[in-house]
């Protein structure tokens, strides 16, 4: 009997565990010797964090992050063909959504490999949730130009086809930059066009406003996002 490919969310802010992910998730988590993780020293902080009953140092990582070229994961999931499950653990969040996991997870599609996705926290889902804007329909587009200039090029694009389609638009921002982002939203979309922030989410600072660009040219100095995890939305 072949084992699973079992992905499991990680807290994106919470120190309390059960905040975040369902107990189910811990139980299968303890039934695992071998994890593909994005970044060792956080990994391992997490199975100490939620009680791993296992020697850290007689556990298996394989490390799976941007960097990471095809040829080097082959093996990756040579344990689930000896019948053992293999966890796939996200840096924050998610495995797979706007998370490097996507690739490995590819290849257990392509060998037939049962695959077993866990409930948990999405930073992108939760500002989604509260946010008001359009659920039905959004678009997640990472991280936007550094470049003003082209910057302000992709919000004008996101707004139009926020307004055109009433599709809801959503991107980060490298948490020391949010400042300027905030500024270049409000700056560069139309008066009415819907802003949401939402940042520290699950944490007891959590944030989430929505509000007209011609509010945010006002309300932005009265809210510091400088390396802060945060989810920008625009929207109709």
């Given at each position: 009997m072949?084992g699973?490919l079992?992905?499991?969310?990680?807290?994106?802010?919470?120190?309390d565990?059960?905040?975040s992910?369902?107990?189910?998730?811990?139980?299968l988590?303890?039934?695992?010797?071998?994890?593909?993780?994005?970044?060792?020293?956080t990994a391992?902080?997490?199975?100490?964090?939620?009680g791993?009953p296992?020697?850290?140092?007689?556990?298996?990582?394989?490390?799976?992050?941007e960097?990471?070229?095809?040829?080097?994961i082959?093996h990756y999931?040579?344990?689930?063909?000896?019948?053992?499950?293999?966890?796939l653990l996200?840096?924050?969040g998610?495995?797979?959504i706007?998370?490097p996991?996507?690739?490995v997870?590819?290849?257990a599609?392509?060998?037939?490999?049962?695959?077993?996705?866990?409930?948990?926290p999405?930073?992108?889902?939760l500002?989604l949730?509260?946010?008001g804007?359009?659920g039905?329909?959004?678009?997640f587009?990472g991280?936007l130009?550094?470049?003003?200039?082209?910057r302000?090029?992709?919000?004008?694009?996101?707004?139009q086809?926020?307004?055109k389609?009433?599709?809801?638009?959503?991107?980060?921002e490298a948490?020391?930059?949010?400042n300027?982002m905030l500024e270049?939203?409000?700056?560069?979309?139309r008066?009415d066009?819907?802003i949401?922030?939402?940042?520290?989410?699950?944490?007891p600072?959590?944030?989430?406003?929505?509000?007209?660009?011609?509010k945010?040219?006002?309300e932005?100095s009265?809210i510091?996002?400088?390396?802060?995890?945060?989810?920008?939305?625009?929207g109709?």
């Amino acid at each position: 009997m072949k084992g699973r490919l079992i992905l499991f969310p990680v807290p994106i802010g919470a120190d309390d565990i059960s905040v975040s992910l369902p107990s189910y998730n811990l139980q299968l988590l303890n039934g695992c010797h071998s994890f593909i993780v994005e970044e060792l020293r956080t990994a391992r902080r997490f199975l100490k964090h939620a009680g791993y009953p296992h020697p850290i140092d007689e556990t298996t990582f394989f490390i799976l992050n941007e960097h990471t070229e095809h040829r080097e994961i082959v093996h990756y999931l040579d344990a689930i063909d000896r019948g053992e499950d293999v966890g796939l653990l996200s840096e924050a969040g998610l495995p797979c959504i706007a998370d490097p996991g996507a690739m490995v997870t590819a290849m257990a599609q392509a060998k037939g490999v049962e695959i077993v996705p866990l409930v948990g926290p999405s930073s992108l889902m939760l500002a989604l949730m509260a946010s008001g804007l359009n659920g039905q329909q959004f678009a997640f587009f990472g991280y936007l130009p550094v470049d003003k200039h082209q910057r302000a090029a992709a919000i004008r694009n996101l707004e139009q086809v926020a307004q055109k389609t009433g599709q809801t638009q959503l991107f980060i921002e490298a948490p020391y930059r949010n400042n300027q982002m905030l500024e270049a939203l409000a700056d560069t979309c139309r008066p009415d066009t819907l802003i949401c922030v939402a940042c520290d989410l699950t944490l007891p600072t959590q944030t989430i406003r929505t509000l007209p660009a011609s509010k945010w040219r006002k309300e932005r100095s009265n809210i510091n996002l400088h390396k802060r995890n945060t989810v920008f939305l625009v929207g109709v």
